[in-house]
């Protein structure tokens, strides 16, 4: 690679020196600064003269943010270090990714999935029936959701670390946000410019719905940073929600198809009520599945449609459908009386799909407490969406308890005044009795001593609600 080519291709200006600084030149690796050996490049959203002056003395090939500041340019003129400056660092990441599979991964069959929800269960499935069966392969989906962003080169290093570690990959299973922004400003494209760089063979688009608010504002927004999604996957299988009606809208080469009902064709998978269906033929019953949930149903259905896709053969999908054990904090069950199970549900359409599932497993006269977890420092309107989606799911039954864990989160997650402001007023507003806590372990030791063994307790929310089982534990 030439750094000269590799400026233009991320549409970036480059200054300090004009060859890479290593003797060795390019080593293929692109990672962070801290981590950076000879002749890796680093990616960086912001830089200032400190950190020039570390890849320096690392000798690592050159230095690629988009935002220098405090003196960082004037250090890389001054020590003769190459720094590429971008306008849009999601090219420089979209071209990290491309270039890492190209040279460590160049023989791996590639998977992308994306959608507002679903897509770590999803992508974690996929993971699982490839990993059971055999194969060597490698997914950013992760319990907390940490790498599946793509705002940084965390999976260009995930998978050369892999691959100089344990071998070559036969599969690549990458989860790809359907919105991303930083510091409050949308990267447009980021879902089609990310798949792009993957050469999927099969992508997954789980649905369309309300998220990111803030980054976008409407569904048709969310609609238009994903309708380019189809056209980066090519002739590649595009495994699409049938039930799904702005899904149903893209415009795919290759479909396949997944429903909650009968649907007809080939290139489909369905559940039927008690089973999944595929070619006319039952291929799993409703008491075999790992989880029954209509929205865990739906995971389900569309790892299944990608791992036919794949060309895999059936009772390898089944075995592994039969054997998967859920991310935490994917309707996990942390206790048997009461039962108390913890969901990530964070945004309308996850909360509602949550609770609806959970009151199934209420005893009759028995009480569902929901503790949702306030999104901190995501604005008023996420939070608007989120109290309209409790509201909606609300019953007799249920007894809804707030916290804004202000104990558990950090300065990034901090429930602002307003964001409790708008949970109050509408629950207010429609006259919905909640109690609320500042602090996550006085809540859930509070709702564990309430409430009977045959109750549901129900846990919900983002950030907010991550630490509950293992404080649980402890008030256990």
């Known amino acids: ?60 090939a050159c230095l690629i943010t988009q935002n220098p500041k405090d003196g960082a340019c004037q250090m890389a003129e001054k020590l003769n270090f190459p720094l590429i400056i971008v306008d849009k660092i999601e ?7 491309s270039h890492t599979i190209e040279k460590y991964s160049p023989n791996s069959t590639n998977i992308v999935i994306t959608g507002t929800n679903g897509k770590s269960t999803t992508s974690h499935l996929i993971y699982h029936i490839l990993n059971s069966a055999g194969y060597h392969v490698l997914t950013n989906t992760d319990s907390e959701s940490e790498f599946n962003t793509l705002i940084d080169p ?72 994903i309708k380019a999604v189809p056209k980066a996957i090519g002739d590649g299988v595009c495994v699409l929600n049938h039930d799904d009606e ?58 299944m449609g990608a791992a036919i896709s794949l060309g895999l053969d059936m ?43 959970t009151k199934k497993l209420l005893p009759p006269n028995q009480t569902l407490y929901v503790v949702c977890a306030i999104r901190g420092s995501r604005g008023v309107e996420i939070n608007q969406l989120n109290v309209d989606a409790v509201v909606e799911s609300m019953d007799e039954n249920i007894q809804l308890i707030l916290s804004s864990s202000r104990d558990v989160v950090n300065e990034l997650n901090v429930v602002e005044s307003e964001e409790k402001d708008v949970f109050f007023n509408t629950l207010k507003e429609n006259n919905i009795e909640f109690i609320h806590y500042d602090e996550l372990k006085q809540c859930l030791a509070d709702t564990y001593k309430k409430a009977d063994k045959n109750d549901v307790i129900l846990l919900i929310g983002a950030q907010g609600m991550d630490p509950a089982e293992s404080l649980l534990q402890d008030i256990i």
């Not at 595929?278 to 599945?289: D, H, I, P, Q, W």
């Not at 859920?326 to 799909?353: E, M």
């Open 154 to 225: 965390m999976v260009s290093k995930l998978i050369s670390d892999e691959v100089i570690e344990n071998g070559e990959l036969d599969y690549l299973v990458i989860e790809v946000s359907e919105v991303q922004g930083w510091l409050g400003s949308l990267m447009k494209n980021h879902a089609a410019l990310m798949s792009e760089a993957v050469s999927p063979k099969v992508g997954v688009i789980t649905n369309i719905a309300m998220d990111h608010i803030g980054l976008i504002n409407s569904i048709e927004e969310v609609f238009e940073e």
């Open 246 to 303: 702005l899904v149903m809208k893209l415009d795919a080469e290759n479909p396949f198809y997944t429903s909650m009902c009968e649907i007809e064709g080939e290139n489909s998978v369905y559940f039927n009520g008690s089973d999944i269906i595929y070619k006319g033929e039952s291929v799993l019953t409703n008491s075999e599945l790992p989880f029954k949930s209509a929205h865990f149903i739906q995971n389900i259905l569309s790892a």
């Open 1 to 60: 690679m030439d750094i000269q080519d590799l400026a233009r291709d991320i549409e970036g200006k480059l200054i300090g020196n004009v060859d890479f600084f290593s003797i060795d030149g390019f080593t293929g690796k692109f990672t962070f600064l801290n981590d950076a050996h000879t002749g890796d490049i680093v990616i960086r959203h912001w830089i200032d003269a400190t950190g020039i002056e570390i890849a320096f003395r690392k000798n690592i």
């Open 315 to 357: 009772d390898v999908i089944v075995n592994g459908v039969k054997s998967y054990k859920a991310l935490n904090r994917r309707f996990a069950k942390i206790c048997d009386a009461p039962l108390i199970l913890d969901d990530f549900a964070h945004n309308p359409d996850g909360i509602k799909a949550t609770i609806s599932e």
């Open 91 to 97: 090219l420089a990441n979209a071209y990290a990714l």
